[in-house]
């Protein structure tokens, strides 16, 4: 009996664990979930498991790795808020796969996609036929963000975002840095990195500036 008791104490202690972990990430949902935070999960659960297993193993063996992990998270976690190009290296950028009703099949490739799995998402979303589909990009997370030529909604992507200028959007809308500069001055911002985030739709800027930290 009392190693069945051991057993279930444990399992509870890592319950609350995991369920720790999650609460410190933030996330509301699971598709929000980053790589970093799969990562760190499937290293947990592995621990647990471990832990779980092997009542002869003391629980500071186990809970001092998780708690590590736990750490590393939230510091990994701060990196990627403060700096962008990390947050693209751990998470990825979105990834247009369709454009104008044309597959692009370079990036098709790059991504390890085909078109059974782009056909697959589109009619998850009662999309019959590539050619409705204006844009389709895919997202970090691996859902395909669509967007169909019957919405009339002009499509657009961030143009700064916390005070970086995203090179690759403007290339794929079709502008450039120098542009974007002249339009900011024209706005009466000198200097980009000082815009919190920054688009442009229907020839008109929304910009939001960065407030000063407390």
């Known amino acids: 009996m009392e190693p069945l008791f051991l057993i279930l104490f444990r399992t509870v202690i890592m319950f609350f664990a995991v369920l720790l972990f999650f609460r410190l990430t933030g996330k509301k949902d699971l598709g929000e979930v980053s790589v970093l935070d799969v990562i760190v999960t499937l290293m947990i659960a592995e621990l647990a498991v471990v ?3 092997d009542p002869e193993l003391p629980l500071y063996r186990g809970l001092a790795p998780i708690a ?3 750490l590393l998270q939230r510091i ?4 990627q808020v403060k700096s962008q190009k990390f947050r693209d290296l751990v ?7 369709i454009r104008n009703g044309e597959l692009l099949q ?8 085909n078109i059974d799995d782009i056909m697959l998402q589109l009619r998850d979303k009662t999309i019959a036929d590539i050619q409705e589909v204006d844009w389709a990009l895919l997202e970090p997370s691996g859902t395909l ?13 961030p143009l700064i975002m916390d005070g970086i200028i995203q090179h690759d959007h403007l290339q794929i809308l079709g502008y450039s840095v120098e542009w974007l500069k002249t339009e900011l001055q024209k706005q009466g911002i000198a200097d980009s990195s000082r815009v919190f985030y920054c688009s442009y739709v229907n020839d008109q800027f929304m910009i939001q500036k960065k407030k000063a930290s407390p």
Not at 91 to 97: A, C, K, R
Not at 106 to 113: A, L, P, V
Request: hydrophobic share 40%; proline share 5%.
């Open 51 to 53: 832990l779980i297993d």
């Open 68 to 70: 590590l992990l736990i």
């Open 76 to 79: 990994f976690s701060y990196i």
């Open 91 to 97: 998470d990825g950028e979105p990834v247009i796969l």
């Open 106 to 113: 370079e990036n098709i490739r790059k991504q390890n996609y």
């Open 145 to 157: 963000s669509i967007f169909t030529k019957s919405d009339n909604k002009p499509f657009s992507l």
